[in-house]
């Protein structure tokens, strides 16, 4: 079974500071990651994906992640932190070669970006 | 391309009540899934289709819950008759392909309450 553990379910940064959100992952396969994002009354936005190749993943608003077999980690990291990037995160999982499309989802970390 | 569609994007109806939801994926996507979130829990995962057959509904809770996909064009999500714990937002997600290939794009949801 796969499962995601998003260590923070807030984390309040200072315009222009770095962001750090946390994840770890449990998969029984070499599973896929990804990190989606929710603005407020919008959908689910896809940030970035890891599928096995590199292991820095980069996305979408200079979003990066990187992948760690070792740790079993997924960390999403932002150097500079812009008003926009508030909103909620979502690490999610995914192996295929289990037998389903399923995505597992994180329980979501809030980002709040002070002025 | 256009996005995923959902409507409506608020339903509120009173406990007892039916409500479809519909959902109307990019154009060629065979792949289509549900998704829900339940307040303050994690988003989970509730059926694929391919094409028109669903190839997993493991994730369905109960069977007031029907999903069709007639045609494998858009599908309808019932809720019949609905209950307090069914309120929460409903997303729908379509895929050419698996999700190591892009990852999903998902439709902005509709967020439903039962009273």
């Known amino acids: 079974a796969q499962s995601v553990t998003q260590l923070d379910s807030h984390v309040s940064v200072s315009e222009g500071t770095p962001v750090l959100l946390r994840c770890n992952y449990s998969?029984?396969?070499?599973?896929?990651l990804f990190w989606y994002v929710q603005h407020p009354n919008k959908g689910l936005q896809l940030l970035l994906k890891?599928?096995?190749?590199?292991?820095l993943v980069k996305g979408i608003n200079g979003f990066e992640a990187e992948f760690k077999k070792s740790e079993t980690s997924f960390h999403l990291t932002k150097p500079s932190a812009h008003m926009s990037d508030a909103a909620e995160y979502f690490c999610?999982?995914?192996?295929?070669?289990?037998?389903?499309?399923?995505?597992?989802f994180g329980k979501g970390t809030k980002l709040s970006v002070i002025p | 391309e256009a996005g995923v569609t959902q409507f409506p994007s608020h339903s509120v109806i009173e406990k007892g009540q039916t409500v479809t939801l519909r959902c109307d994926p990019i154009?060629?996507?065979?792949?289509l899934y549900w998704y829900r979130r339940v307040m303050g829990k994690e988003i989970k995962f509730l059926l694929h289709?391919?094409?028109?057959?669903?190839?997993?509904e493991s994730g369905m809770p109960n069977n007031r819950f029907l999903a069709e996909r007639t045609g494998g064009t858009y599908s309808t999500l019932k809720v019949q008759p609905a209950e307090l714990e069914d309120s929460g937002v409903y997303f729908c997600?379509?895929?050419?392909?698996?999700?190591?290939?892009?990852?999903?794009?998902f439709g902005s949801g509709t967020r439903l309450t039962v009273v």
């Open positions: 998969s029984s396969y070499s599973p896929s």
């Open positions: 154009s060629g996507h065979d792949n």
């Open positions: 999610v999982v995914s192996d295929p070669r289990a037998g389903s499309y399923q995505l597992t």
């Open positions: 289709f391919v094409k028109e057959s669903k190839q997993d």
């Open positions: 997600a379509s895929s050419l392909a698996g999700p190591g290939k892009d990852g999903y794009t």
């Open positions: 890891y599928t096995s190749a590199a292991t």
